[in-house]
């Protein structure tokens, strides 16, 4: 929608009267809080993490 490549998939819904959103969730993930992550490319995990919360900053 926004091409932004770390925006997860959503759409807007009216259900049963009431508006809101549907996402798209994804099980079974690499939990970066696990004892002894490590992310294959630190340089992009940093990356990604900065847009993560550079855009939670300006849509919240």
Request: hydrophobic share 45%; aromatic share 12%.
């Amino acid at each position: 929608m926004l091409d932004i490549p770390h925006m997860p998939p959503a759409a807007l819904r009216n259900i049963r009267g009431r508006r809101g959103s549907l996402q798209m969730w994804v099980e079974d993930i690499l939990d970066e809080d696990a004892d002894g992550f490590r992310p294959p490319s630190p340089i992009a995990w940093a990356s990604q993490l900065w847009d993560m919360k550079f855009f939670d900053n300006i849509y919240l």
